[in-house]
């Protein structure tokens, strides 16, 4: 199965749970209940993935920086 391109992603209080709803550019959405462990585990993944990403995305393209 190829991967797709996300389009929305939502998270939604529900009672003691929550709702994740996450929608590709073509508009098929998937939907998911998470407790708070499950989502605590989903924000630890994101924060990992981005602060082993930070440092290449903060870093100066130096052509571009003679550009400006």
């Known amino acids: 199965m190829a ?3 996300l389009g929305l992603f939502n998270i ?4 003691e749970d929550y709702l994740i709803k996450i929608e590709d550019k ?7 209940i ?3 462990d499950a989502l605590d585990l989903i924000a ?3 924060e990992e993935a981005l602060n082993s990403d930070e440092e ?4 100066v393209d130096e052509d571009e ?3 400006e």
Do not use: H, N, P, S
């Open 3 to 5: 991967a797709r391109e």
């Open 12 to 15: 939604v209080r529900k009672g």
């Open 26 to 32: 073509d508009g098929e959405t998937t939907q998911f």
């Open 34 to 36: 998470a407790d708070y």
């Open 44 to 46: 630890e993944a994101i």
């Open 56 to 59: 290449e995305a903060l870093e």
């Open 65 to 67: 920086e003679i550009e």
